[in-house]
């Protein structure tokens, strides 16, 4: 399958093994209202840890069967993300997902050094598969809210997640652009130090699975007849699949761009830790949360 819009990405999970979804403070809408939809098309089970009375209430307000998830009770966000990762860590779930908790909580417990879900020394990052109707394709970008300002390992890693999510979602050999102001080679910008070593790195198969350029700007990366105009050849100028940005700022004002300029659609989730942890904001749709859904359970 060629996989070109999100919708497909839902699709392929159908065809994968069910996994088993753990929803911390379950007691939104939108969040309840894409658990639904992934039990109802048989993606994930899941298990809604938060407010029972609530959770049963929202499930009237929106027609849903409570019967079709395992309901824990517990009102305390904190708690029920605690509770979350020991269900994982049990061996009871495959996907971790945030409800109605801040954000720095739910990652509080993802981090927790007794019962939360990362191995030691392990790296952490954000994945976002974009459906941007002013592209041909999906766009893997990779870190658009966690490491603040990455340095060379961790851009290893992100690199790695973002080849891995390509794998996982039907993409053989993903086009990355490693991202920086300028596609020329300038020594006291680290974005393009950083850049030309993991373009190095690929081609000597220390990285593997994925065609990799950088540094490379942004038109460079996306546009084809930028590209021409600047003289840029190469596989990925003008037609990447993915795109590693150089820090937070440039990957979180290309999220919010896309979403609120180009009307783009998304899916994300954090890579690293044992289990895929969808990573959605408490405002977003039912159907990003799903399609984060559907991009975990491809990925795990």
């Known amino acids: 399958m060629n996989i070109t819009k999100l919708d497909q990405v839902v699709e392929l999970v159908k065809s994968k093994p069910k996994k088993r979804l ?6 939104d809408e939108h969040t309840i209202e894409a658990a639904y939809n992934a039990v109802n098309m048989g993606i994930v089970s899941a298990t809604l840890v938060g407010e029972e009375t609530t959770i049963r209430n929202v499930c009237k307000n929106l027609n849903i069967d409570p019967s079709l998830f395992t309901i824990i009770h517990e009102p305390v966000d904190t708690k029920a993300a605690l509770t979350c990762c020991d269900i994982i860590n049990e061996g009871k779930g495959d996907i971790l997902m945030k409800g109605a908790l801040p954000t720095d ?10 019962r939360g879900l990362c191995p030691p020394n392990a790296i952490i990052t954000h994945i976002t598969v974009f ?3 002013a592209y041909h394709k999906l766009i893997i970008a990779g870190d658009c809210a966690i490491i603040l300002n990455p340095d060379l390992k ?7 997640s973002i080849i891995d999510t390509a794998h996982a979602i039907g993409i053989e050999k993903p086009k990355v652009a490693i991202i920086a102001a300028t596609e020329q080679m300038s020594p006291a910008m680290q974005a393009c130090v950083d850049g030309a070593i993991l373009s190095k790195m690929v081609e000597r198969g ?5 065609l990799v350029d950088g540094p490379i700007s942004l038109d460079v990366a996306l546009d084809e007849e930028a590209a021409k105009i600047k003289k840029m050849t190469g596989e990925v100028a003008g037609d990447a699949d993915g795109l590693l940005f150089p820090n937070i ?3 979180n004002v290309f999220y ?4 609120k300029f180009n009307k783009a659609e998304c899916g994300a989730f954090l890579a690293g830790a044992k289990v895929p942890c ?3 904001s408490r405002g977003d749709t039912a159907l990003t949360k799903l399609y984060s859904i559907a991009i975990s359970a491809a990925f795990n």
């Not at 753990?22 to 007691?27: E, K, L």
């Not at 220390?206 to 994925?210: D, F, P, R, T, Y």
């Open 154 to 160: 961790q851009k290893q890693f992100i690199l790695k």
């Open 256 to 259: 919010k761009a896309s979403t």
């Open 249 to 251: 700022e440039s990957g």
């Open 206 to 210: 220390q990285i593997k699975g994925a």
């Open 105 to 114: 909580k739910y990652m509080r417990a993802i981090l927790n050094k007794e």
């Open 22 to 27: 753990v929803v911390a403070y379950a007691n």
């Open 131 to 133: 459906e941007n109707p």
């Open 278 to 280: 969808v990573l959605s």
